[in-house]
């Protein structure tokens, strides 16, 4: 199995900027991917930002493209998202993502992770 615990979330004022960490524990080694996601309530989960286990690719939503950056690393088994230039319509719950390949008693099954949230405020 994989845990993850998110750390990072607070108040921020507009264009300022904010540090996500995501600590990674468990079956590591299952993981293909992992990414960032937000939520605000009453919307689904989006994707913000997600990477390979490798760290060969990443991939970002359009409204965060040149403001956010996702980076892994491995050695110290964490997922991090540097924020900057932060508007006021970021503010949202952020979720670390894990998708993994599930154990052969699990029939080798995708699986998907998701930490407990943190959140993020902006606001002057």
């Known amino acids: 199995q994989v845990q993850l615990v998110e750390s990072g979330g607070g108040l921020v004022q507009p264009g300022g900027s904010l540090r996500l960490s995501c600590l990674v524990s468990?079956?590591?080694?299952?993981?293909?991917?992992m990414g960032w996601y937000r939520q605000t309530p009453g919307n689904q989960r989006e994707l913000v930002a997600d990477?390979?286990?490798?760290?060969?690719?990443?991939n970002y939503a359009d409204y965060v493209k040149g403001r956010f950056t996702i980076s892994r690393d491995s050695a110290k088994n964490i997922l991090d998202l540097d924020m900057n230039s932060l508007k006021p319509e970021d503010p949202a719950t952020y979720y670390c993502?894990?998708?993994?390949?599930?154990?052969?008693?699990?029939?080798?099954?995708?699986?998907?992770?998701w930490g407990q949230g943190t959140v993020v405020t902006v606001s002057s």
């Open positions: 990477i390979t286990s490798i760290g060969d690719s990443t």
């Open positions: 468990g079956n590591i080694a299952s993981i293909y991917t």
């Open positions: 993502n894990a998708k993994a390949v599930g154990t052969e008693a699990q029939a080798y099954s995708k699986l998907e992770v």
